[in-house]
């Protein structure tokens, strides 16, 4: 199934895109926000933003506006997100109760950016400026004295003021004499939609995996056993722990490493915003199980082969390559969002031989019983007895795993 998300450019006075708006889209088609809960809304594009597109790709590595309504800041959501990556977008029916300004407060205390969506100087909600960082005003639905006057009383203040839904050079040459520092609109670009395919999960691993971080202490090497059976649960999780800011350019080679990498804190965040879309978690176990066991048997072969790979390595590999039947997607175009040791990656695109490429070609000729092939072509040093016992091992341990989970 198809997910689908827009992104409106956000600008300064010299032209350069600062941010964007992250904005929710139903279909291809939509060109608005058309849905009538607000809540589902910001939880699926939250979600499909971090867990689905990677923010960084969406972003360009530039901070996301996302939309919160008072329910979901009431309940911490926003908590779910880094302050490096997302800014909170208030919109302009929260209610200013203590508790609103307490949760505000927590965030603001925790370095994240609060936007105020639809400022036009009311008297309750300007007991949220000592805490906003940026207030928007609507440029098409306020008159030029309402613009003037509240560019004239926030002039002195940490405030930033952005003009949005500019839609004329006009618009923007005055908003810009007011003292606006940022704009957006259709002046500058309309929103551009994004489309992909959303990943999905075996019900029984995230099941699982969902138990284990909902412990005050979680337990890596657990985790690491869940994910390790499930390679849309594996490609997700490398994914996400790639492009965190943590990870300091360094490849990872194990979902251990990933896991270890992330912490606690993005572990559960990742898991909980897959959680909040709920629609990704529908794929079979055998599918899973398949590529399991794929990733075993790779294994078990290089420890018999004149191979110098590593095992984590010949897993992944392994596992991946069944990566496009499971996802919908090329591989070129599922690598793109991970980061793994360059022989993998050429071994998975065919871009070259390695040992990893050789041991994909092995695999793939004893799985469609080519008549032709040869162990000692291989360096495969047993009896086709003893290779046919390995791999009937690889699928009692994979029997074995998805029974305990």
């Excluded at 407060?105 to 969506?117: E, P, S």
Aim: glycine share 4%.
């Amino acid at each position: 199934m198809d997910t689908f998300i827009a992104r409106q450019a956000i600008f300064d006075k010299k032209g350069n895109v600062v941010a964007y708006e992250l904005l929710y889209r139903s279909s291809e088609k939509s060109t608005r926000a058309d849905l009538v809960d607000g809540d589902r809304a910001t939880l699926q594009v939250l979600s499909d933003a971090i867990t689905v597109f990677g923010l960084p790709y969406l972003t360009n590595s530039k901070m996301a506006f996302v939309n919160f309504t008072e329910n979901l800041l009431l309940r911490d959501t926003a908590l779910l997100a880094s302050p490096d990556e997302v800014a909170v977008e208030i919109l302009e029916d929260v209610k200013i109760t203590k508790r609103i300004l307490e949760k505000l407060q927590n965030l603001k205390d925790r370095g994240y950016t609060l936007v105020l969506d639809d400022y036009i100087g009311k008297e309750d909600i300007n007991k949220l400026l000592p805490l906003l960082d940026i207030v928007k005003i609507d440029f098409m639905n306020t008159s030029q004295e309402v613009q003037e006057r509240i560019a004239d009383a926030l002039k002195n203040s940490k405030v930033t003021l952005l003009a949005e839904k500019v839609e004329t050079l006009k618009e923007y040459e005055r908003a810009k004499e007011l003292g606006y520092q940022l704009f957006q609109g259709y002046f500058f670009r309309r929103p551009v939609l994004f489309q992909k395919k959303a990943q999905k999960f075996s019900i029984a691993s995230f099941n699982r995996l969902l138990e284990q971080v909902q412990k005050s202490h979680i337990n890596f090497k657990r985790c690491s056993q869940i994910v390790h059976s499930d390679v849309a649960l594996t490609y997700s999780l490398m994914g996400r722990a790639n492009i965190l800011q943590y990870y300091r350019g360094n490849i990872i080679t194990s979902i251990q490493q990933a896991l270890v990498r992330m912490g606690e804190d993005e572990l559960r965040r990742w898991v909980f915003l897959t959680l909040a879309r709920g629609n990704n978690i529908t794929i079979s176990d055998e599918a899973v199980k398949e590529a399991y066991i794929r990733g075993l048997f790779a294994e078990e072969i290089l420890k018999k082969a004149a191979f110098t790979g590593k095992k984590e390595e010949a897993f992944i590999v392994g596992m991946f390559s069944q990566l496009p039947e499971i996802m919908g997607e090329s591989m070129g175009s599922l690598l793109d969002k991970v980061e793994l040791p360059p022989k993998c990656t050429e071994a998975l695109l065919n871009q070259s031989e390695n040992e990893y490429s050789r041991l994909l070609e092995f695999f793939f000729r004893y799985e469609n019983k080519d008549p032709e092939l040869k162990l000692e072509d291989f360096g495969i040093n047993i009896s086709w007895k003893e290779l046919g016992s390995i791999y009937v091992e690889c699928i009692r341990k994979a029997d074995l795993a998805f029974s305990l989970r």
